[in-house]
Every structure is written in C-alpha cells, then in structure tokens.
C-alpha cells in the first residue's frame, strides 16, 4: 500500500520516509481513515481518467444523480459481540436526511453515535436493517462498488485530524483526488480552491506539524470536500479544540455544506456546536430520543 499510495504525489513528497505524525496517528492508518476502502486492501489507483464533478460522472454513467435522502436508515440494529454476550449500540434506528441538511447528532457517550457514521460510512455493516447513502442500499453494492461509493461520495472529519504528516496542506487535501485517479495537477489546482475556501492559502505549503489544532481540522475539511461528495460525516471534529476554534470549525462545515450543496452530518458532545445545525438528533442507547428542526 505504501508504494502505491505515493503515486501521484510530487517526488519531494515521494522522497519522505512514512513516520508517525506528531500526533499519534501512524501514516497509513490516517491514509485510510481519511479516504477509508476495505480495511486492508491496497488502495487502488485507476489509470483512467475521471471526469472532474460528480454530477459530470453521473452524466458520463448515462444517468441523472439521484434526489433520494442523502441518507436513510431503515432499522438499522447494530450488535457487537462482547465476550459471551453482545453489546447493541443501533436498536432498529430508523432515520432520514434529505439532502443539503446540516445535521447534529448528540448523545451520551455510548449512544451509537460513531457507530452510526461508520454504517453511514461503510466502514461498518449492520446486523440487521438497512442503510441507504444517496439512493443506494449499502448492502446491494458489490465490493468495487462499496469502495467506490466510500472514495467518491463520503467525506469524513475526524477528532484526531488523521492528516499525513508527511504530506504538505495542499497534498492532503489533494489526496482524496490523487487516489481516485486525478491527474496531480488538476488534483492540485481543485486542491488549492479548497484551501483557500478554509482560509488557509498561506499555509498550504506546510506540513500538519507546523499547524495549529483549528489549522489542522481546516485542512481536514477541506479534503473531506475537495471530491464533492454527497455526505460529509464528521466525528466529534471540534472536540480537540477550544471554544473559539471550535465555533470557527462548525460554522466553517454549515457554510462550506451549504456553498457546495453537501449534506453535513456532524457528531458532537457540545450544545453550541449542535446549535449551529438545521436539525438536531439525539440518540440513547441506540434509538432517537429526540429528532428537532432548528427554530422549533
Ligand atoms: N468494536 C466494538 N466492539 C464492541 N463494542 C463496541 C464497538 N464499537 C462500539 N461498541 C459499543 O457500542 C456502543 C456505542 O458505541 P459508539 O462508539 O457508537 O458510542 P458513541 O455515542 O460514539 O460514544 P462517544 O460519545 O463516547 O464517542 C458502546 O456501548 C460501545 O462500547
Ligand atoms: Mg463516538
């Protein structure tokens, strides 16, 4: 994996050794987490050439991109085993999220919260029920297909940043492109656009240890959209932050949604954070508690 995941980067890039980044998070685990495949499976690089947008691929498959939910459960029970026992974190959710909305999800630690993205995210599959991203039901994809779905049409955000230290900004931003088969300088160029959206143009030729926190999690957003996805899930994205970082950061993932039509689906433990949102749900022990538009 790692010989083919420096294809496409410049030979500077190339020429830097793998490490741990300052932060804990080894290389090739945050490689996979930020653009997540198979766990495992080499990431595959396609030689041909993708047209840029999503809507242009839609075109070129010969059909229209789909008006369904960007996502949907349809009770999703999640069980994991635990010893003798099993552990339900999902107990027959049913959820929908139309497209464009910008959603909260609260709840206790434990709730189901991150289990609920990583099934969103195809990272995980439920024990039983259905999970719906952008009109297509996780299970009926085949395993090309599944990859596909999770490099093209998700974005992720996470608490730990999961950059590659020894990728610059715009590299990292880059690299959901790079793997999907970009050419690097059209990959560069809509990389910069991104960075420049989060503010972070005179950055963009530093490495994430040169970065602050606020820094490093723009830069996470930028290539969580730089492939325009349909669905952005971020996971608790402001909890290594302050006050003042964090606010800049969730009103930075509803702005960005919203200028690029994408659905934001944001994990959080803090009030102010989920205020931001349309819609705010609140999960205990698997099942919505509460499920509230913004202003009602
Ligand atoms: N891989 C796993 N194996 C066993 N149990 C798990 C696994 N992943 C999650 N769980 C359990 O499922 C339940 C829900 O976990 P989840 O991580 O979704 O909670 P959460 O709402 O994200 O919590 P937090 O706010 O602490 O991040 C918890 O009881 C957790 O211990
Ligand atoms: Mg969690």
């Known amino acids: 994996m790692r010989v083919l995941a ?8 190339r020429r ?15 490689l996979r987490l930020a653009c997540p495949h198979d766990p495992g499976d080499p990431i595959a690089f396609p030689r041909r050439r993708r047209p840029e947008s999503r809507r242009a691929r839609a075109r070129a498959r010969g059909r229209r991109v789909s008006a369904a939910p960007a996502l949907r459960f349809a009770g999703v029970t999640k069980e994991y085993a635990l010893g003798e026992g099993t552990i339900r974190a999902l107990d027959a959710l049913t959820l929908e999220i139309p497209r464009g ?3 909260a999800i609260v709840g206790r630690s434990g ?7 990583n099934l969103a995210a195809g990272i995980d599959v439920p024990t039983r029920g259905e999970v719906w991203v952008d009109g297509r039901e996780l299970s009926q994809l085949s395993d090309d297909e599944l990859t ?7 974005g992720m955000v996470y608490q730990f940043f999961n950059l590659l230290g020894t990728l610059s900004v715009r590299e990292n931003v880059a690299l959901p492109l790079l793997l999907g088969g970009t050419p690097r300088r059209e990959a560069i160029a809509r990389a910069d656009r991104l960075v420049d959206e989060v503010g972070l143009s005179h950055r963009r030729d530093s490495r ?3 970065l602050s926190g606020g820094e490093m999690q723009r830069t996470a957003i930028a290539r969580a959209l730089v492939h325009e996805p349909a669905l952005v899930l971020a996971d608790e994205p402001t909890g ?4 003042r970082a964090s606010e800049a950061i969730v009103k930075l993932l509803g702005d960005l949604g919203a200028a690029h039509g994408v659905t934001v689906v944001l ?12 819609r705010v749900i609140e999960l205990r022990d698997g099942r919505v508690l509460a499920d509230t538009a913004a202003g009602t």
Do not use: I, W, Y
């Not at 420096?6 to 890039?13: D, P």
């Not at 793998?18 to 090739?28: H, V």
């Open 267 to 278: 994990v959080t433990h803090s009030r102010e954070a989920a205020a931001a949102a349309s």
């Open 148 to 154: 596909r779905q999770r490099r093209d049409r998700v």
């Open 101 to 103: 909305t910008f959603a």
């Open 16 to 30: 830097r050794p793998l490490r741990r980044s300052g932060r804990g998070d080894c290389d090739a685990r945050a």
């Open 208 to 210: 994430p240890h040169m």
């Open 6 to 13: 420096r294809r496409g980067l410049s030979r500077q890039a």
């Open 240 to 243: 290594n932050l302050d006050t």
């Open 111 to 117: 709730s189901g919260k991150s289990t609920l993205l």
